[in-house]
């Protein structure tokens, strides 16, 4: 089926870093997502993209839908403690089918 | 607007009994979702809906029910606990709009199987 390779799985960086994290996958999808989840909470939407090649800016977040439409990548600029979470991508296909693809989550600690 | 909404946040149940994980949403969404999350795992969708009286099953749908009487709810249903169905729930709801579609979640209920 269908599956999303979500990378790195984790990281530990200081605080004022860059993070930057992708999702690739053998299928073309037409929607990407980032969401962040913070313990003990749900997912929150940080940013959609709908379009190939479609560069999208959330504060100090960006993310990009690949041109292949096969992946995607999300960068966070000047890391911050409270950027810690789980960062989830998901995608969603052309058809009628409404079930996101999820990927495992990137786990990011921020050393202040 | 309140969201998405879910009760109860924490609940242990013993082998064998049975419960209602309740879910609404004030957005007039027409999909909703349930997912369930194990520990150090992504998201595994159990059960969607795409309106109301319209339901289909996901990814692992064995030991649960659905129903969409309203567009607001969308309850889920296990009717013998299992300690593998211990777990994080969320219920998640979209609204489909010229092919944008995005999904809200709740907060989540933590259930634990005894």
């Known amino acids: 089926g269908q599956q999303l390779n979500q990378s790195p799985q984790s990281m530990f960086i200081q605080e004022g870093e860059d993070v930057s994290m992708n999702c690739t996958s053998s299928?073309?999808?037409?929607?990407w997502l980032w969401y962040k989840q913070d313990p003990g909470e749900g997912p929150v939407l940080l940013i959609a993209?709908?379009?190939a090649g479609e560069l999208t800016s959330n504060g100090r977040l960006t993310a990009q839908f690949g041109i292949t439409r096969k992946d995607s990548f999300l960068n966070i600029s000047a890391s911050i403690p409270s950027d810690v979470g789980i960062y989830f991508c998901?995608?969603?296909?052309?058809?009628?089918?409404?079930?996101?693809?999820w990927g495992l989550g990137t786990s990011l600690a921020v050393n202040p | 607007n309140a969201g998405v909404t879910q009760t109860p946040k924490f609940r242990i149940l013993k082998i064998g009994q049975s419960m209602t994980l309740q879910c609404t949403q004030d957005?007039?969404?027409?999909?909703m979702y349930w997912y369930r999350q194990d520990p150090g795992m992504g998201l595994k969708l159990i059960y969607y809906?795409?309106?109301?009286?319209?339901?289909d099953k996901g990814e692992v749908p064995n030991g649960y029910n659905v129903s969409r009487s309203t567009t607001e709810d969308f309850p889920l249903r296990l009717e013998l606990a299992a300690p593998s169905q211990t777990s994080v729930y969320f219920c998640?709801?979209?609204?489909?709009?010229?092919?944008?579609?995005?999904?809200?979640f709740g907060p989540g209920t933590r259930l634990l199987v005894l």
């Open positions: 809906s795409v309106g109301a009286g319209i339901t």
């Open positions: 998640a709801s979209s609204r489909r709009h010229q092919s944008q579609e995005t999904q809200y």
């Open positions: 299928s073309i999808f037409n929607t």
């Open positions: 993209l709908y379009k």
């Open positions: 998901a995608a969603l296909n052309a058809g009628n089918n409404r079930k996101l693809i």
């Open positions: 957005m007039n969404h027409n999909y």
